[in-house]
């Protein structure tokens, strides 16, 4: 599935795609919102989840490396 294909996708479709097709790669969590990371095939799809209520608020999609930075334990330098 390409980047593209996906976005034509309804929203529901892209959610049952993701949970069905991608692959698990990271959980990254900021206060009280956990960004869990998946893959397919050439693209990310991370899934935005507000902790505290339990329920996903939104999600990324991307296939530029840098916004996997946050996933890195590697400090940045400055």
Do not use: C, H, R
């Not at 899934?47 to 890195?72: A, T």
């Amino acid at each position: 599935m390409t980047l593209y294909e996906y976005k034509m996708l309804s929203e529901d479709e892209q959610y049952d795609t993701v949970f069905a097709k991608g692959k698990f790669l990271d959980i990254y969590i900021d206060g009280n919102t956990k960004y869990v990371l998946y893959a397919i095939d050439m693209f990310f799809v991370e899934v935005i989840w507000n902790n505290e209520l339990d329920e996903i608020i939104g999600k990324g999609v991307f296939k530029e490396v840098d916004s996997l930075d946050k996933y890195s334990n590697v400090p940045k330098e400055i």
